[in-house]
């Protein structure tokens, strides 16, 4: 029973996940994942909540990955971009559920520290009164299940979510593989 409970739950929580984050009616069920998805004991055995949500000024900085060169946070943690955000808008269209997976990369200051990024960053203030980071414009995320400095799992997903250059650009490519340096 146990069993057929949890893979219920795996499954709805997958389904929130995109439904809520982007996997719209444009993105077909099976384009939500990359094929080259992290094994499912590593993926699904954290908690949702673990990637941070920074209580200080922010530290952006540049690191290699099998997608190339990606602007790091907290931890060495990758993050990302959502599509569906307009640039320089002043405000995040990823609410409710969608934090839950999408955290926002928040900073005390309106001036976060950066090594290595080149993109013109700067912040805007959430929904709760923080200040989410933005690059080139456009509001940075950590995904949930990145769990460790390399890991990309959120690179892709419904098609919409994509990892950060150092230019501020977006990385559309896929990678060999979906986590490690």
């Known amino acids: 029973m146990k069993k057929h409970l949890s893979i219920g739950l795996s499954a709805f929580a997958l ?4 439904s809520g984050c982007g996997g719209g009616t444009t993105t077909t069920p099976t384009s939500a994942a990359p094929a080259t998805s992290a094994p499912a004991e590593t993926a699904t055995s954290a908690p949702a909540s673990s990637a941070p949500s920074s209580m200080s000024a922010a530290v952006l900085s540049v690191a290699e990955s099998k997608a190339g060169q ?3 946070a907290d931890q060495g943690l990758s993050v990302y971009f959502f599509t569906k955000n307009t640039k320089d808008s002043g405000n ?4 409710g559920a969608c934090l839950t997976s999408w955290p926002p990369v928040t900073s005390t200051t309106v001036t976060p520290t950066v090594n290595g990024v080149t993109g013109k960053v700067g912040t805007i203030p959430t929904a709760d009164g923080k200040m989410q980071v933005t690059i080139n414009g456009m509001p940075i995320y950590y995904f949930s299940k990145d769990q460790a400095a390399g890991d990309i ?5 419904g098609g919409v979510w994509y990892l950060v250059s150092p230019t501020g650009e977006m990385i559309k490519s896929t990678p060999s593989s979906s986590s490690g340096y």
């Open 15 to 18: 389904a929130a996940l995109l």
């Open 70 to 72: 990606i602007v790091v």
């Open 92 to 95: 995040s269209v990823c609410t």
């Open 153 to 157: 799992n959120g690179q892709g997903v």
